[in-house]
């Protein structure tokens, strides 16, 4: 029952794990246990809204569903506090 939780953070110096780590943990984990967040807000990296944009353009141009990106980015955390 638990969920790996993966936060963007400040794309411009480089994430904290690849792009390929990420989508070995989407395969091996799955979407259905994957909360995407972002750990932006900090003045030395980009707006939240401007780091989820990024975080979920990169997902999707990676070839992850659209339905997928919604149930990681969407739905999963709303399941978590509900």
Excluded: Q
């Excluded at 989407?26 to 780091?51: L, N, Q, T």
């Amino acid at each position: 029952g638990a969920y790996l939780g993966m936060y963007c953070a400040n794309f411009e110096t480089g994430l904290m794990w690849s792009w390929d780590e990420f989508m070995e943990v989407v395969k091996v984990v799955g979407c259905d246990r994957v909360v995407i967040g972002s750990d932006c807000g900090h003045f030395a990296f980009p707006a939240p809204v401007e780091a989820m944009r990024l975080f979920i353009t990169g997902m999707l141009m990676r070839g992850i569903l659209d339905k997928d990106v919604e149930k990681m980015v969407k739905t999963n955390p709303s399941e978590l506090l509900y």
